[in-house]
């Protein structure tokens, strides 16, 4: 009887152990995805980086307009121009056709002020920490493109229209200083 005791109990851990196998999600594989994006950014010799106040990490900047102005604080109030963006599929172009003669729109745009070109009034630290990080050290007039991984970004679980994991692109022009 104690044999057969420990012979269920062998079965019963097998059986357990073997249900957890480490088979990779789609979840895994696209964190892993942005991931190597945000590093192969962080190879590039055109962009910067730029450790967060928070300490999370960092992000990778390239600076395309040059301002003089003043940089705004954490509590400060700004106006910024900005498009933010990630691709579904990093290696590929931002539009390309599928193998069924399909369009497909890679680059997705999920907030922008181009449309009408107004720009945004919020706090620095009203923003995602990578955003906030770039403000901080942006002079008015700057206009930079921000690489920030997913930790800087939405983190695990992502907002409303981005999963969680994503590294994201933003264009941001600091305008101005309320």
């Known amino acids: 009887m104690k044999r057969n005791s420990i012979l269920i109990v062998t079965l019963l851990f097998t059986f357990l152990f073997s249900a957890c196998d480490k088979t990779e999600t789609f979840d895994d594989q696209w964190k892993l995805d942005n991931e190597a994006q945000f590093t192969t950014i962080s190879g590039n ?16 900047v390239k600076k395309l307009v040059s301002g003089d102005g003043a940089t705004p ?60 990080t770039a403000l901080q050290h942006m ?7 921000v690489w920030m991984p ?14 969680g994991y994503t590294t994201l692109v933003f264009e941001i022009e600091l305008v101005s200083i309320v």
């Open 45 to 60: 010799s055109q962009y910067v980086k730029i450790n967060s106040q928070s300490g999370n990490g960092f992000i990778m």
């Open 73 to 132: 604080y954490f509590n400060s109030q700004v106006k910024v121009r900005y498009t933010g963006w990630y691709k579904n599929i990093w290696s590929k172009p931002d539009t390309y056709t599928d193998d069924k003669g399909n369009i497909i729109q890679n680059k997705v745009i999920f907030d922008s002020t181009q449309n009408n070109n107004i720009p945004r009034t919020f706090y620095v630290n009203g923003v995602v920490d990578g955003f906030s």
């Open 139 to 145: 002079k008015v007039g700057d206009k930079w493109e």
């Open 150 to 163: 997913w930790k800087l970004a939405y983190g695990e679980a992502g907002n409303s229209s981005i999963q």
